[in-house]
């Protein structure tokens, strides 16, 4: 039997990186990063070939990655967003947002990298809408996920052997949207969001793009609904 490839995903426990998890079970071993273990528990239990990785990722060392020799797929998933005007956000807030959005995960992938260039493996990024246009309220959210895009431009051409790819979803209808449309005022409307799962699928599309081909950025926006 030939042997699964592994995948490291995190922000596993709910959400896209849950959905993510679930596209790459029947196909691959799937590491579940993230904090809450008995929610990583609970996603592991329903794949063939999982385990979960219980860890802050903005503290993420050596040693918490020491077992993992070979890495074909690393996707970035866990964010934060905390929304509001420029006048009203103090660095504290600044400073969350990069530490989590952009710092852990360009921390991660350095300690990650000897396996994935072993493996001459995939790197994909979860971004957002927000990392493409910025909006008002969006400042801080936004300048984090502008980094993130240059962090994957810069690691793309840096590491040759190591496929790398940013997603841009618009809204998806995980508890971040819940927390966004309530500090908006606005009720939550499923049907006009994106589904976890069609933001997996997108991510699914870069993973099996073929040895050959390259697939750098997909932009996904509902088909009905807000477009950021």
Not at 6 to 32: E, W
Not at 211 to 217: K, N, V, Y
């Amino acid at each position: 039997m030939t042997e699964r490839p592994t995948a490291l995903v995190t922000g596993a426990s709910r959400g896209v990186g849950a959905a993510v998890a679930r596209a790459l079970g029947p196909t691959h071993h799937v590491i579940l990063g993230g904090r809450d273990e008995s929610a990583l528990a609970a996603v592991a239990a329903e794949l063939p070939d999982a385990r979960p990785w219980p860890v802050e990722l903005t503290g993420v060392t050596e040693a918490d990655v020491a077992g993992v020799e070979r890495l074909d797929l690393l996707v970035h998933s866990a964010a934060i967003t905390r929304m509001g005007l420029i006048a009203e956000q103090p660095a504290a807030v600044w400073r969350e947002m990069f530490e989590v959005n952009v710092v852990a995960v360009a921390e991660l992938t350095r300690l990650l990298l000897p396996a994935l260039r072993r493996a001459k493996g995939q790197v994909v990024c979860v971004n957002s809408g927000a990392g493409q246009r910025a909006n008002p309220h969006w400042a801080a959210y936004a300048a984090s996920k502008f980094a993130l895009k240059a962090f994957a431009d810069a690691l793309r051409q840096e590491e040759s052997d190591v496929r790398v790819t940013t997603v841009y979803p618009g809204r998806i209808a995980t508890d971040m949207q819940h927390q966004v449309r309530a500090y908006e005022g606005g009720p939550f409307e499923a049907d006009k969001y994106l589904t976890a799962e069609s933001v997996a699928r997108a991510v699914m599309a870069a993973v099996n793009a073929g040895p050959d081909a390259h697939l750098t950025e997909l932009t996904l926006r509902p088909a009905a609904g807000p477009v950021n």
